[in-house]
């Protein structure tokens, strides 16, 4: 949207894809969205169950808030998370790693 200046980014990540991989692949969507594009906010939606969920948060994701029983899994309904990062949130972490002061 490039009124609001944001967007989704959607995965689908299988079992077999190395969760820091995909972290990379999405660093570097990130770096695109907000250096290139000039955008201010990606979003997505996220499958609890996803392995990835939690390594999102190390480039800045945020739950905007749960999707219950959102998603259909081998059998079972279970829930997402409506998650985010800002651009500043974003560059703020990517500074602090870039000096050394990241985790």
Not at 5 to 19: D, G, K, L, T, Y
Not at 60 to 88: A, H, P, W
């Amino acid at each position: 949207n490039w009124i609001t200046r944001s967007a989704e980014i959607s995965h689908f990540i299988i079992p077999e894809v190395n969760p820091d991989l995909a972290l990379y692949v999405h660093d570097c969507l990130l770096y695109i969205a907000f250096n290139c594009l000039n955008l201010n906010r990606i979003h997505s939606i996220c499958f609890n169950h996803n392995a990835i969920f939690e390594k999102l948060k190390i480039l800045g994701f945020k739950s905007e808030g749960t999707l219950r029983e959102s998603c259909f899994k081998e059998g079972q309904y279970g829930d997402s998370q409506m998650i985010s990062v800002l651009k500043n949130e974003w560059v703020r972490l990517t500074d602090a790693l870039v000096r050394g002061n990241g985790k």
